[in-house]
């Protein structure tokens, strides 16, 4: 015996997926009476009985038709439920679709299972091409389009009836509405790529991929909802023609718009038509039924404005979960015109009209709604209606611009040099890394101070606290006409206590590798310390020079807060404390700050704030290589995350790739996989124990060693 081409005891999951896809249209049909089904309430809608029909004709002309020696169902359909395809012959005009009332309702669902018996027997032949598999998983989303559509235009006819009927008990809808998080989302922009990359299924009208210039921009974290809309026409937004564009307030006037589609008001408030009949508007939920014009004119009276696709498609990529009902609420508005992306080419043969020539006087729409089909949304998805249209699920999420960082390069060329070849250096290892030096520019010391400031993170306010009780007992230890010598000063606000405890110093010396950072610190102190000789030297603390003469001829001071020493390798660690020991010489102090080892859920939190602060301090890192020596990245394509690593007993900042992507440096092309990391950071915690064992391996002891309360962190004074 012969096998076919597909073993029959194996589940096919074409035919699966056929099946389902098939089942859901009639699935919402059920209920709904011949005359629902035949009725067409506007020239944009269309009647339930012809999408049925439609959907099955479609699988028919675009497939079945091209077997050869096939004969039609019924060749008469071919013009009956042809929608817009020329190449396919005569059809009946969309605004007299629901003038067809024949054939009858029962015929159409004869047709639809004729055409599934058809299409299951042309899949268990398993003959299709490259071409064929296209079109048909084509036609499976065509189908999914067109149960939203059914929903769209039902809905628009139990509008029309005075009678207002439900046309089901509740909505039919898959998931709830996911509560509002509240704010905005920032992003850095740049050169960005958006677009299908020819992975998995996508409409023509997604690709191909190409990069987009985006400027820095927000945009929000939730929908609009009916109560802000409210606010919107009680402040006259209907009636004040500065909010709208011309052509929508020519429409405003022409169709006498007070609201949005659906909604009413009476003496008990506003209410909308759904498709469970005439209900409430609840203020909480997001906004349905506007247009264009309507979601313009709205993000203008609000201060903001619509977002492009592209913010919206790379925002969404990039950070999903920073957003509530990105999909399955409604489509949201962009302020982008549906045209074509370079190097678009429409689907070959008859299916070439499927989107392409719609690509004018559109607008497009990102997201899905909670009648989209599960399983056809898509983060680069482009639906397109006219700026006037509203019966579809439509709302909208606001966007903002914000300040852009400078895109002057660094004049500083020895710096950025260091900064390249570190940086290619780091990125050229597997896994990646990159110095924690370099996340303190001037933008990154400011972010800093931010976290030094945040509920979770501990160190500097335990530290500071820490350091005002030892500091006037270390301080007595100085000795007269000291240098106090600060490594990687930062903003330098530790070393004000210092200062205060010792007010003979001769000189303060702070040490920094951004000169920006350094200079501002050292303005700041010079003005609060007038009479203090101040002597900043730009430098890596880890690469020591000598310090500047004629500074004083007391004792040199170490001081090195901030835990930073658990930033370092101990290799590094050791390396750095033996190099701090011989510039600071034999009699030196040397007063260290770090973190205690502790509970790893406190660990974690403070170093991914749920402000998010961390994370941009994090990312400047990219902004800075884009800035200084034009590396490219995408940085709002990378997540922050913290991680506890046990076994070295530290914390670990690494920035995560959310997709493939690749940067160029100096012509050298660096390639990221999804979910490959860079290790910016480590933080490594102590205990009393490993302090000492280091002190010891870097020619330092300990005299003193003093941890506050919980979550603790400590201060060593060590003696050379």
Known sequence: MKASSRESDQTDPDLEAFEAVRAALPGLAQGLSAEDLAAQSMPDCSPGKWHLAHS????????????????????????????YYEAL????????????????????????????????????????????????????????QHQELFLMDLLNLMARSPLEPAAYEVEPRTRPVEPAKGGFSRFE?????????????????????????????????????????????????????????????????????????????????????????????????????????????????????????????????CRPEAFSNAFGEVWQWTASGYAPYPGFRPTEGTAAEYNGKFMANQMVLRGSSFATAEGHARVGYRNFFYPQQRWAFMGLRLAGD??????????????????????????????????????????????????????????????????????PRWAARFGPDAVLVEFGSGASEKTRIVLDAAPDLAAYVPIDISADALDLAARRVAEDYPSLRIEPLVGDFLHLGALPAGTGSGRRIGFFPGSTIGNLERDE??????????????????????????????????????????????????????????????????????????????????????????????????????GETIHTESSRKYTEASVRELAEASGWRVTAFESGPAPSVALALLEA
């Open 189 to 317: 922009g740049g050169l960005v790529e958006i677009g299908h990359d020819g992975r998995g299924f996508a409409f023509d009208n997604e690709g191909p991929a190409h990069r987009v210039w985006l400027e820095p921009y927000a945009l929000a974290n939730d929908l609009v909802a009916n109560g802000d809309w409210i606010g919107f026409i009680q402040d006259g937004g209907y009636t004040r023609a500065e909010l709208w564009l011309s052509d929508g307030w020519a429409t405003v006037k022409a169709e006498g718009w007070e609201a949005p589609l659906y909604w009413r008001r009476d003496d008990n408030g506003w209410t909308t038509m759904t498709l469970a009949g005439r209900t409430p508007v609840d203020p909480a939920a997001p906004v349905r039924h506007i247009s264009f014009y309507e979601a313009d004119a709205f993000s203008r009276w609000a201060g903001k404005r619509l977002p492009t696709e592209a913010e919206w498609e790379h925002a969404v990529r």
């Open 56 to 83: 099955s004709w479609f699988f028919e002309a675009m497939i079945l038709a091209d077997t050869p020696g096939y004969a039609p169902v019924d060749p008469r359909l071919q013009t009956l439920f042809n929608s």
């Open 402 to 471: 914000t300040a852009p960082a400078s895109l002057t390069r660094a004049t500083d060329g020895g710096e950025t040099a260091r900064f390249r070849r570190d940086l290619l250096a780091g990125l050229s290892r597997s896994p990646k890394v990159a110095s924690p030096k370099w996340l303190y520019d001037a933008e990154g010391s400011r972010l800093f101070e931010d976290i030094t400031r945040l509920p979770e993170y501990y160190p500097t306010r335990q530290e500071a606290a820490l350091l005002r009780e030892v500091a």
């Open 573 to 674: 660690a050791v390396a750095f404390l033996k190099a701090a020991r011989g510039l600071l010489g034999d009699d030196a102090l040397f007063v260290l700050g770090v973190d205690l080892a502790k509970d790893p859920a406190v660990l974690v939190a403070a170093y991914d704030d749920a402000a998010g602060v961390t994370a941009a301090f994090n990312r400047n890192l990219l902004v800075r290589a884009n800035r200084e020596i034009g590396a490219g990245f995408d940085v709002d394509a990378f997540a922050h995350r913290a991680v506890w690593n046990a076994a070295a007993s530290r914390m670990e900042m690494h920035l995560e790739a959310t997709r493939e992507m690749a940067i160029e440096v100096e012509g050298r092309r660096i390639a990221f996989a999804r």
């Open 89 to 144: 012959g005569a059809r009946v005009e969309r605004h007299e679709r629901g003038l067809m009332t024949r054939p009858s309702l029962d015929e159409v669902m004869a047709y639809r299972r004729e055409i599934d018996r058809r299409m299951t027997a042309w899949l268990s032949e398993g003959r299709a091409d490259a071409r064929q598999r296209y079109l048909f998983t084509l036609g499976l989303h065509h189908e999914q």
